[in-house]
């Protein structure tokens, strides 16, 4: 029906440009589903200009009298790196440093040092990472550590991407494995939203006090840059460490030096202590070892996993030491796991992952996966029933000023000097600060995110340690209630109008304040109709502040971890960053209807949904935004979005098949490696049709297949990492 009206405005001017990425001779555009694979990585080539100094300084490592690295020889060095794929090579700017904190990380390879690398691009990305660890594998026991990265995240924990890859070094070869860094990418990659990231401090171990003072080594902030982004970001960081704080104190850690998992943490801490023992990886137990993420939306700390010197062919050892790791544990725990680690399904989809990561897979190969699965499975069942006969568990419940006092006495008593930061009071773009000698200093906040990070300030020592440890104590403001007919959690601040039917399954909920809201969380929505009346928000200036608030929420109406079955969301008015939320959820939607929203209208992150029928009517910023998830749109109809109709962002896959987006600045924009397969289009008085390019440094570009599009506007701009085709049958 729509034949006499086709008119299509692709022209080869931007469907075939010759421009190509400035970094790769291919378009990423071209080939987004291989660039997702690690075994599509042919080599990585490092070339550093300056390898005389670099050759150099890798050899006073080695003659130097020590069994550890010194941090003065981490010099940083300019390089170029190229990463060759069968399809193309790409070249960009990096820096590399030496790696590791013992001598284990550098030996002489033929006449040339073959050392561990740390890795950070300035241009592009691998795999989406653009911090990266090349390290010597025996550092890491191999296969072992590909294998453990890879049994953890089958099974929900934050793991880095590990794999093996050919490495050359100025011109030298060698087998080494990447790791990617503990960074917003790799969070991103297990659909979680960017926040703190924590981890054991380390700069007090090494040198000539080696783990002299490991029990005073706190904890430190590794994203900084994030702390800076706004007002938010400051308070979930500053409540967080001081919580993470705590857990370091020694008299809140097991025998062995263990942190005590069970502070303001999740099961999943039990979990992770579990998997950890069966399968050898108990060094990333250690306090300087230890990496955290603080999940705002769990309101808890969840672990990253970072060098565990796994040995999966390990039997596990229930002697005395390991009376540390069973105190770990509450008395009725239960492993979760257990029908997984054993299922057909578990084992076929590892294997097809192990296969990817290893070079030149075989039947020795084969062989230690198998044998690594079944003595995982057989340290399993001994610690389960081990767990079963414990009697005395010994879980710490220290009082927090007596234990920070006791920190104070073994501070003084081994002679460590250093600065304690015991109160702080944030205002503008400072924060004055109060030291345990009641001294006061005021400091930029720049300044301060580098006394949380790297514990050092005008070449003095810092730590955090207030003794108010809930400085922004906010969380009685919230009311939550366990939904029986919804089979999960209701979350909202004060100043909203809450009416749930139950009979007709509706809810109507009213905003009485502009900044209000509510999260449905871990619930089931089959047949509701939920009704969002907002405040009328016209005349509301945009401010400088970070679309998401203290508590990590961007909606007036947020949905978490939900299941759809049919429902319908309508909204109107909110005051919020954005109107409706929707984050790792899935589902078939039936209606979201959207009018007079302060800034963006509908934003869904991480999720698995198909929408039948989407309706919106004046947007302050997008009307529809998508990211890093799976979305199918039957009918969408979007009017005056100030900023884009249609935002597809961050390696989302989207198909649209019935589009109409009228008076907004852009139709749609496809960027970072995601790819949308439009059906019919038809757009008018738009400044911009169809837009397609990289934003982010850690993706690539965005790909467009077109059926078929009506578009009064000649404006469509592709850059040169992306792509655009028409197609005449469209599926994802």
């Known amino acids: 029906m729509y034949k006499k009206y086709l008119i299509f405005i692709i022209t080869y001017l931007f469907l075939f440009t010759d421009k190509v990425n400035a970094n790769c001779n291919f378009k990423t555009a071209d080939y987004i589903e291989e660039l997702e694979l690690t075994s599509i990585i042919k080599e990585i080539g490092i070339e550093i200009p300056d390898s005389r100094k670099f050759v150099k300084n890798s050899m006073k490592i080695l003659l130097e009298d020590s069994l550890t690295i010194n941090p003065k020889f981490r010099k940083k060095y300019d390089s170029t790196l190229n990463v060759k794929y069968p399809f193309g090579t790409c070249s960009y700017n990096a820096k590399v440093w030496q790696n590791g904190d013992l001598k284990d990380h550098i030996r002489w390879n033929k006449n040339y040092p073959l050392t561990s690398l740390n890795v950070r691009m300035e241009q592009g990305n ?21 294998l453990g990265t890879l049994i953890l995240r089958q ?17 030298h ?11 917003k990418e790799l969070l991103e990659r297990h659909k979680r939203r960017e926040g703190p990231i924590f981890e054991g401090d380390e700069s007090i171990l090494w040198g000539n006090n080696w783990l002299t003072f490991e029990e005073l080594s706190l904890s430190r902030l590794i994203n900084w840059k994030w702390f800076l982004k706004g007002r938010s970001s400051q308070i979930i960081t ?29 099961s999943n801490f039990e979990d992770y202590y579990f998997m950890m023992s069966v399968m050898g990886g108990q060094h990333a137990l250690r306090p300087h070892n230890r990496k955290f993420y603080f999940n705002s939306l769990e ?56 296969k990817s990561r290893v070079i030149k897979f075989n039947q020795k190969k084969l062989s230690y996966f198998n044998e690594s699965l079944k003595n995982i499975s057989t340290n399993t069942n001994i610690l389960i029933k081990h767990l079963k006969n414990i009697q005395d568990f010994n879980i710490i419940n220290s009082d927090y000023l007596k234990s920070r006092n006791l920190y104070k006495q073994l501070m003084n008593k081994k002679n460590l000097k250093q600065n304690i930061i015991k109160e702080y009071d944030i205002f503008d773009d400072n924060v004055m600060i109060t030291k345990e000698n009641n001294e006061k200093n005021i400091l930029s906040l720049k300044d301060f995110s580098q006394i949380i990070s790297k514990n050092y300030f005008n070449n003095e020592r810092y730590i955090f340690l207030p003794i108010n440890k809930e400085k922004f104590n906010y969380s009685q403001e919230l009311t939550e209630v366990y939904v029986e007919e919804l089979n999960g959690f209701l979350i909202f601040t004060p100043n909203i109008s809450l009416n749930i039917d139950s009979n007709n399954k509706e809810i109507l909920i009213r905003q009485m304040h502009l900044n209000s809201w509510v999260l449905f969380k871990d619930v089931k929505l089959s047949d509701w109709d939920i009704r969002f009346e907002g405040i009328n928000i016209e005349n509301r200036q945009i401010n400088n502040q970070q679309r998401f608030n203290k508590y990590g929420i961007t909606g007036c109406l947020n949905f978490y971890k939900t299941v ?19 984050i790792q959820s899935k589902g078939l939607i039936k209606l979201i209807e959207v009018k007079n929203s302060f800034q963006d209208s509908i934003d869904l992150d991480f999720s698995d949904l198909k929408i039948n029928f989407i309706s919106v009517d004046s947007s302050g910023n997008d009307c529809f935004d998508v990211s890093g998830g799976n979305y199918i749109l039957d009918k969408a109809y ?23 987006i009228t008076n907004s600045n852009i139709g749609i924009s496809v960027k970072d490696l995601s790819i949308v397969n439009l059906g019919i ?19 690539g570009g965005g790909r467009i297949l077109l059926k078929s599009s009506i578009c009064e506007s000649s404006k469509i701009f592709i850059d040169e990492h992306s792509n655009m085709s028409k197609v005449d049958y469209y599926e994802l």
Request: net charge negative; proline share 3%.
């Open 126 to 146: 691998i795999l989406n990472a653009v911090k990266f660890k090349l390290l010597i594998p025996e550092t890491r026991n191999g296969l072992n550590e590909i």
């Open 638 to 660: 979007l009017n005056r979005c100030m900023d884009k109709g249609l935002s597809i962002g961050e390696k989302s896959r989207v198909e649209a098949n019935n589009t109409f």
């Open 299 to 354: 309101n808890s700390f969840e672990p990253i996993y970072y060098d565990g010197n796994f040995n999966l062919n390990l039997e596990i050892d229930l002697g005395h030491n390991w009376l540390s790791f069973s105190n770990a544990f509450s008395e009725n725990y239960i492993f979760p796991f257990s029908r997984e680690i054993n299922n057909k399904e578990f084992y076929n989809q590892l294997l097809s992952q192990f």
């Open 564 to 582: 759809f079955d049919k429902s319908s969301l309508r909204m109107i008015g909110g005051g919020c960053e954005d109107g409706i939320n929707i």
């Open 681 to 699: 289009l038809n757009m008018s008085n738009n400044k911009i049709c169809i837009e397609a390019k990289q934003k982010k440094q850690e993706f």
């Open 173 to 183: 070869k060698s087998l080494m494995i990447f790791q990617e860094d503990s960074r």
């Open 238 to 266: 500053l409540n967080s460490l001081a919580d993470l704080q705590q857990s370091y104190l020694p008299s809140y850690q097991l025998e062995g030096n263990v942190i005590n998992p069970n502070f303001r943490a999740k």
């Open 155 to 171: 099974l929900g924990f934050i793991a880095p991407e590990t794999f093996e890859t050919v490495v050359s070094i100025n011109g």
